[in-house]
């Protein structure tokens, strides 16, 4: 997600939850509960992110995710009605080898305690496949092999 959303967009969809729990006579707490998150979160995303004092806070997007869930909206359309647009994803501009010099060279200079932990890291790292798409610059993970019996 890029910085901080756009505090109308947050401000409405939080006047949105406010009317869906209204309409369905949840208390705050209940309307929590349902979404996983604390009673004071759904009343600060209900307030658009006011703060009592007037001040403005930014609710983290997992929240609002879990309180767009809990209303049954998707994802994607949950952060866009809160204001929050998608980060662009980093161009790969480097080679495959060029990369893999680069791990082994934080591998080589990494503290010798740090060593298991970072090894069994790559080694799922390398065990998923990361391949990438020939026609944009997205990692994607290839299927896994099925041998036949």
């Known amino acids: 997600m890029t910085g901080r959303p756009d505090v109308a967009k947050l401000q409405a969809f939080g006047r949105s939850l406010e009317?869906?729990?209204?309409?369905?006579t949840l208390s705050h707490a209940e309307a929590a509960e349902a979404a996983d998150i604390s009673k004071t979160t759904w009343q600060n995303i209900e307030r658009g992110g006011r703060r009592y004092n007037g001040t403005q806070s930014f609710p983290l997007a997992k929240n609002i995710v879990k309180a767009g869930r809990a209303m049954g909206l998707p994802?994607?359309?949950?952060l866009a009605l809160a204001g929050y647009t998608p980060r662009p994803l980093p161009a790969v501009t480097q080679t495959p080898s060029a990369l893999r010099q680069q791990a082994l060279d934080l591998v080589t200079h990494m503290p010798e305690e740090n060593l298991p932990m970072t090894v069994g890291a790559l080694r799922s790292l390398a065990e998923a496949k990361p391949v990438l798409s020939p026609l944009n610059t997205e990692v994607q993970r290839a299927e896994p092999e099925h041998e036949d019996d």
């Open 19 to 24: 009317e869906w729990r209204l309409a369905r």
């Open 75 to 78: 994802r994607e359309e949950i």
